[in-house]
């Protein structure tokens, strides 16, 4: 009887954004310090949505850090959340994407 084999999953974390730069750095700070088995294979793409603060540089600062596979950022001028992840699907070539909210770290009083 044969071993079963496993096989490498590959996943890009797409995190979609409009001038929310403060949130952006919790989330990929958050993001990269998840660590995935040597089965995963992921990568992380920031979809600035024309934001005009500091997410660029959000961005840039995380990529030189070297914690997170594969960071890079586009941007979609066409604004809303759906051009976003449109944009974001047509920027991936893993089969699987996961869309993360660029506030998943706030917290919100009330």
């Known amino acids: 009887m044969a071993a079963a084999t496993a096989t490498a999953v590959a996943i890009d974390v797409v995190i979609c954004t409009y001038n929310r730069a403060a949130n952006l750095h919790e989330a990929l700070s958050v993001l990269a310090a998840q660590r995935a088995n040597g089965d995963v294979i992921w990568s992380v793409l920031v979809v600035d949505n024309g934001s005009t603060d500091s997410t660029a540089d959000v961005v840039e600062a995380h990529r030189l850090r070297r914690l997170?596979?594969?960071?890079?950022?586009v941007v979609e001028s066409e604004l809303g959340l759906t051009p976003a992840r449109r944009r974001g699907v047509t920027e991936t070539s893993a089969p699987w994407i996961?869309?993360?909210?660029?506030d998943i770290?706030?917290?919100?009083d009330g």
């Not at 997170?68 to 950022?73: D, E, V």
């Open 68 to 73: 997170l596979p594969g960071l890079r950022r």
């Open 98 to 102: 996961a869309f993360v909210d660029d």
């Open 105 to 108: 770290c706030s917290t919100r």
